[in-house]
């Protein structure tokens, strides 16, 4: 069964670090471009950062220098490290997957930026 499953939000204080996982089960990682998409309250669908096949990764302004995506092919796992965080970047992390015009989304964990 192909499906995305996201893991690790939680709680963390401002400035602190959170590393969420996205387990992608029979999802070639090296075939699929793999996103990380967040949702706050009120607003819409963003994406963070992608990892291609190839490794090469990319992201958006507001998480760049804060944020790090990378992956484990063989535990088909995908990884967002996120550090410095700040109150605004609490939101729904989703985890999507994309070939072609083929695409999975996971379910979503949380992340709470807050003292």
């Known amino acids: 069964q192909v499906q995305l499953v996201e893991s690790g939000g939680g709680l963390v204080k401002p400035g602190g670090s959170l590393n969420i996982s996205c387990v992608a089960s029979?999802?070639?990682?090296?075939?699929?471009?793999i996103c990380w998409y967040r949702q706050a309250p009120g607003k819409e669908r963003e994406l963070v950062a992608l990892i291609e096949g190839d490794d090469s990764t990319h992201y958006v302004d507001t998480v760049k220098g804060r944020f790090t995506v990378s992956k484990d092919n063989s535990k088909t796992t995908v990884y967002l490290q996120m550090n410095s965080v700040k109150p605004e970047d609490t939101a729904i992390y989703y985890c999507?997957?994309?070939?072609?015009?083929?695409?999975?989304w996971g379910q979503g964990t949380q992340v709470t930026v807050s003292s």
């Open positions: 029979r999802i070639p990682l090296t075939v699929y471009t």
């Open positions: 999507h997957a994309r070939f072609l015009s083929i695409e999975y």
